[in-house]
């Protein structure tokens, strides 16, 4: 719960920049307020309204410490200068303006804004000391602490851009994921669709019967890519960060698969063993676009009678196999992005993906083994 707390609460800093400045400001008002209300030696000057003014004059300008960081940084030193020449104020414990400021400049300014920062402060903090006490203990530790402010907002922003870059490599892989699915959507569908129109003319001659079995076929397949996509750009369109994903395919839809791909022609024989219920969605999804982009490619380039499609699970491992008796490996096969998105989603769950010919060198085969996690989720 903290951790989200802090999330959250660093988000709405994200959304809410001005406010955030506002804020900083308040509080450092607060804390330079703090030598005016406490009670002061007899020996001292009493403080005055003019020089709490004055005091606050310092601090209003880091309401705009984003906007103009450097331009920030000389108005609180002219109003410090000031303070400190024209009236005879309180001093404070820390020099919380500019330690604001040199922090703003390290962690959002360009380089050449940082170097004349620092070289801006290397000649003010020491005429301030000089000002004030003349002490080389002061000064050592006005040096300590600007120096800090300074690093701290260094890592600052080397630490927003790490996150940056996570972010986007983040939304690389999702890029690349959807396009993934998008590929096995259009592809697998499309290719059904022009299997089944080419047999359809010739069934229409030979069995009126097969014709309007095939075009319901490609009715079916049609309606199912249409909602496939709909739902995964209905996602894209409404979803923000963290607006979830599209509803992934489970192997509950691997029989409605395997139907429309006998609608098409292709005997397809399917086999299982394990038990397959308890599978982690995420896998159950990878292993039902596997059987689909292998299928495809039986379906695309096979020439192919019959496929046998086998899912087995043995201990912490699970096997996809997909064999079609077709006329085997070709040169170009290996080129497109079936194959390519089969290993890739392989790999995604930390498995592996072989494709060559067949048992005695006939047909194509694809092999996948997937290791299954422990303790995860299951598709339900």
Do not use: K
């Amino acid at each position: 719960m903290r951790i989200r707390g802090v999330g959250q609460a660093r988000a709405w800093g994200a959304a809410h920049p001005g406010a955030v400045d506002a804020g900083i400001a308040l509080l450092v008002q607060v804390a330079v307020t703090m030598p005016f209300v406490v009670p002061r030696p007899p020996e001292l000057e009493p403080a005055t309204w003019p020089a709490y003014g004055l005091t606050t004059l310092t601090v209003l300008p880091l309401v705009w410490r984003r906007r103009a960081p450097m331009a920030v940084l000389l108005a609180v030193l002219a109003a410090s200068a000031l303070y400190r020449l024209a009236l005879e104020g309180p001093g404070q414990p820390l020099p919380y303006q500019g330690l604001v400021c040199a922090y703003t400049i390290a962690a959002q300014a360009p380089a050449r804004q940082r170097w004349a920062a620092a070289g801006l402060l290397l000649v003010a903090v020491p005429a301030s000391v000089w000002l004030n006490t003349q002490s080389a203990r002061e000064l050592t530790f006005s040096l300590f602490v600007f120096a800090a402010a300074y690093v701290f907002g260094r890592l600052t922003d080397a630490r927003q851009r790490e996150h940056r870059i996570e972010r986007e490599r983040a939304a690389a892989r999702e890029r690349a994921r959807i396009a993934r699915e998008m590929h096995d959507i259009l592809s697998h569908a499309v290719s059904l669709m022009i299997v089944q129109a080419e047999a359809g003319p010739l069934a229409v001659r030979a069995a009126p019967e097969r014709a309007e079995a095939a075009f319901e076929a490609i009715s079916a397949t049609g309606r199912d890519a249409m909602a496939q996509l709909r739902s995964m750009l209905g996602v894209l369109r409404d979803g923000g960060p963290g607006g979830g994903r599209s509803p992934q395919p489970d192997l509950d839809g691997l029989p409605g698969l395997l139907e429309r791909v006998r609608a098409g022609g292709l005997d397809v024989r399917y086999g299982s063993s394990g038990e397959l219920a308890g599978l982690p969605a995420p896998l159950a999804a990878g292993v039902f676009r596997i059987v689909q982009e292998a299928l495809t490619n039986v379906v695309r380039h096979a020439r192919a009678r019959g496929a046998t499609v086998r899912i087995d699970r043995s201990g912490g491992e699970l096997t996809v196999l997909v064999r079609d008796d077709g006329r085997g490996p070709r040169p170009a096969r290996t080129a497109g992005h079936g194959l390519v998105g089969i290993r890739e989603r392989a790999a995604a769950h930390g498995g592996s993906a072989a494709t060559g010919p067949g048992p005695g060198g006939r047909g194509f085969e694809v092999r996948v083994v997937l290791p299954v996690p422990s303790g995860e989720g299951t598709t339900g």
